[in-house]
């Protein structure tokens, strides 16, 4: 006995369906990267010590430093400990902005944003430099021209590819000044760090806003290096896979897979 035409058409439709969610599964939508935000203004918010329990050591750029050059000094690469970041910036409309140091005398939120800090505008992206792959980055935002209010998107391509995102934005009633902290982020990533940009978003539609923001207490934490007498990094021919390195191995060299999202204290 033949399958009715309906019977045959329902088939086909689930074999369709089928077919797209097995696409749909193999496509990498989100990598393993995990978000840690404390909002200004809400106490309930630990993510800062969150971030730094699962970072471990942290190294920091506070823009104190005089050779990062003159107060209004442009910065293209900025030193945190011992990685170097590329900086880049841009208007809605993508044409480049410069970032650079300024000191502000209304800054006095130790470990938050206090006297020098880095000038931005619209967007702002950290990319590494270093050969050893950057696993965590966090800093402290302010958000800055009184013309508007804004959110912080905060995207996160890791060294796989993948891309994540999740958005910063504090709870306190807006006074009609728009000059805020808004609070910290910081991002781990066990596979490494690509790309990190912060964009000043319109909280309503998230759209790019036109809006000068501050970063301060930049914080880093490298991977951790793993020890090549311990490592399984070699193809079946016994050869070196190091991707990054010599000596270190990651995730896609070693096939450990490192753990899920795992989220803040206040994940908006
Ligand atoms: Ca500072
Ligand atoms: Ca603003
Ligand atoms: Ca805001």
Redesign the pocket.
Known sequence: MFPSVASRRMFLTALIALHLLLITLAVPVSGDVAFYFQREGSPDDVGEALFGEEAGALAVQDFEDPELGPDGADLTVLPVGDVEFGLSAAYPDGEPFMPFKWYVPSFYFEDKLYATVLVSFSSLTFTPQSEQPVRALGAWVY?DGGAL???YRIDVAELDGATSHAVL??EIPLDGS?H?I?GFFGVVSDVGIAEVTITAID?VSGEANPDTFEVDHVRVAEAPVVDESDSPCVNPRGKPLHRHRRHKCTKNSCGHRPHRVKPGASVP
Do not use: Q
Request: negative net charge; without cysteine; proline residues 10%.
């Open positions: 958000d209010d804004s959110a934005e504090n728009y805020e808004e909280p």
